[in-house]
């Protein structure tokens, strides 16, 4: 088993929503989050995010499980309210155009949380990918990750494609809500994920200190299926 994709490609933890319809391939230029909103990292450990104002990029707010300085468990992630809606998310961001595109059909995800009675097959959760879009400035400004090309001659501009199966609301999957919102209470997650056809990255290397990458070519993610990781959330009283 190789660790997850989303470890080696996303330097960044934050991003977002549903706007444009599944398997969607003409790319949209402007992307933003509604508010109000609890967006899960589903690759992670109970990591949420959230942002107060859509048209201010500097808004974006992490709520995080907190580790000492030797990767130890200090505290969970501060519960989210049972007021927010609440999003499953997994944001996938490279250049080309082409191969972002093309995600729904080659990264395929499953994700179950019982206590909410969801439970989505690779198949199913093709429906959840709402690019491609625009890297644009304003999620460099939000998350602080600019998407640049080894070789700045193609002319290639950046794009995301993000997974988000929502829980609450009109369309949410969960089968307990109240009032389209979860319950209080505590909901494990049970996350997988499989690249099914090899695609390639041209993007640009950092190193550990921040540098490019002085051996640049580009990056062949090839097929394989990821360890589960599993974790819990907590949906705490309304703010």
């Known amino acids: 088993m190789k660790r997850l994709l989303l470890v080696f490609l996303?330097?960044?933890?934050?991003?977002?929503?549903?706007?444009a319809p599944a398997l969607a391939t003409k790319p949209v230029d402007s992307f933003r989050l509604p508010e109000r909103t609890a967006y899960i990292f589903a690759y992670g450990d109970g990591?949420?995010?959230?942002?107060?104002?859509?048209?201010?990029?500097?808004?974006?707010?992490?709520?995080?499980?907190?580790y000492d300085d030797?990767?130890?468990?200090?505290?969970?992630?501060?519960?989210?309210?049972?007021?927010?809606?609440?999003?499953?998310?997994?944001?996938?961001?490279?250049?080309?155009?082409?191969?972002?595109?093309?995600?729904?059909?080659?990264?395929?995800?499953?994700?179950?949380?019982p206590e909410a009675g969801v439970n989505l097959?690779?198949?199913?959760?093709?429906?959840?990918?709402?690019g491609p879009y625009l890297w644009d400035q304003y999620w460099v400004d939000a998350t602080g990750v600019p998407i640049l090309?080894?070789?700045?001659?193609?002319?290639?501009?950046?794009?995301?494609?993000?997974?988000?199966?929502?829980?609450?609301?009109?369309?949410?999957?969960?089968?307990?809500?109240?009032?389209?919102k979860l319950p209080e209470g505590t909901y494990t997650v049970h996350y997988t994920e499989r690249v099914v056809r090899p695609f390639t990255s041209l993007e640009l290397v950092w190193d550990d200190q921040g540098n490019p990458s002085?051996?640049?070519?580009?990056?062949?993610?090839?097929?394989?299926?990821?360890?589960?990781?599993?974790?819990?959330f907590t949906v705490g009283p309304p703010v």
């Open 10 to 19: 996303l330097t960044a933890a934050f991003l977002g929503l549903l706007a």
């Open 47 to 66: 990591s949420w995010f959230e942002v107060k104002d859509a048209a201010d990029p500097s808004t974006f707010v992490g709520h995080w499980v907190l």
């Open 70 to 113: 030797d990767g130890n468990f200090v505290a969970p992630a501060d519960p989210i309210p049972a007021n927010y809606d609440v999003v499953m998310q997994v944001s996938i961001k490279f250049i080309p155009l082409g191969q972002v595109q093309t995600l729904p059909k080659k990264f395929l995800i499953s994700l179950s949380i």
């Open 121 to 130: 097959s690779y198949q199913q959760s093709k429906a959840f990918w709402t």
């Open 149 to 180: 090309a080894f070789n700045p001659h193609i002319g290639a501009q950046p794009y995301a494609n993000r997974w988000l199966p929502p829980l609450t609301g009109d369309k949410g999957l969960a089968t307990n809500l109240t009032d389209k």
């Open 214 to 232: 002085t051996t640049q070519k580009p990056t062949h993610i090839k097929p394989y299926t990821s360890d589960p990781v599993v974790f819990t």
